[in-house]
């Protein structure tokens, strides 16, 4: 399984594939935060940071998600 099969579902998740993806690709690191963020289902960088940075501040309590695979 490659990295690129598992979603990120966070702005430190998107960052840490996206700099997969700029060595993988010899690509800019921007260039490869848009790409990670379109992995993740998000338009660009730019919109990831916002829908994301918009979660925290929810009135919602912060709830923990456990992956198992």
Same mark, same amino acid.
């Given at each position: 399984m490659s990295k690129t099969d598992v979603q990120p579902s966070s702005i430190e998740g998107i960052k840490?594939?996206?700099k *997969?993806? $700029?060595k993988r690709d $010899?690509?800019? !690191? *921007?260039k490869a935060l848009?790409?990670?963020s379109q #992995? $993740?289902?998000f338009g660009n960088?730019? !919109?990831a940071h916002r829908s994301l /940075?918009?979660? /925290? *501040?929810d009135a919602e309590p912060a709830? !923990? #998600?456990v992956y198992i695979s």
């Open positions: 840490r594939l996206a *997969t993806i $700029s $010899s690509i800019p !690191h *921007t848009d790409a990670a #992995v $993740s289902g960088f730019q !919109h /940075s918009n979660r /925290s *501040t709830r !923990h #998600v």
